[in-house]
Each structure stands twice: as C-alpha cells, then as structure tokens.
C-alpha cells in the first residue's frame, strides 16, 4: 500500500510511518521540518531505497498539500491511504494566546485537514 502520513517528522505520524514501512508498505512523508524528514527518509530506506521519500510542506499551505501528493503519484504510481496526523498545539492559557498562534493553528489541525483530503 501506498499511504501519504502528514505530520511524520516526530510524533503520531513518525510512528506510523515506522510501522508502515515495517509492515512493507511506501509511504509520503510530509511535515514541515525537511531534515526531520530526509533523516527520517533515510533510516526507513536503509540499504533498499525507495520505501520512503519526502515532500516537505504544511499542510496549512494548499500549494504544499498538492504537492505533496504529486510527489506520492510520481514516485509510486498512486497513493491508497491517508494518514493526516499534523498538528499543532499551543501550551499557552488561552487568555494569553496571541492572535498568530491561533491562526497557525487553524491553519495545521482545520484547514490542514480538509486540504489534504
């Protein structure tokens, strides 16, 4: 199978594409963090590259979400799941949350979601 895992240079989405890449399958993995992503990359592939390649972006940012599945059509010919596991969160009170924080996550966990589905 071949999956897009938003969200996979740390946390929920980092796993899965572990496991996702364990269980044989090739995975996208699109985050914002491009090191994140290519250190990632290369530990998956290990010695048979090919399983796992980046499209870094944010899935806040349309342009990037497109992108992200046309790298996955070009490298494996299709993609057959979706793993939407970006996110944000602010740590802030929220009566001390700045008007850019909210909007930053708006854009990760609402907008995010819908674009890249």
Known sequence: MNILITGSSSGIGETIARCAVAAGHQVVLMARRA??????????????????????????ISVDCEQAVKDGL???????????AAGTWVETPFSAVTYEEIVRFVHTDVTGALQIS
Do not use: K
């Open 35 to 60: 090191s994140l992503l290519q250190a990632l990359a290369e530990e998956l592939n290990g010695p048979a590259p090919g399983r796992a390649i980046t499209s870094p972006g944010d899935v806040g």
């Open 74 to 84: 070009e490298a494996f010919g299709d993609l057959e799941a979706l793993v939407n």
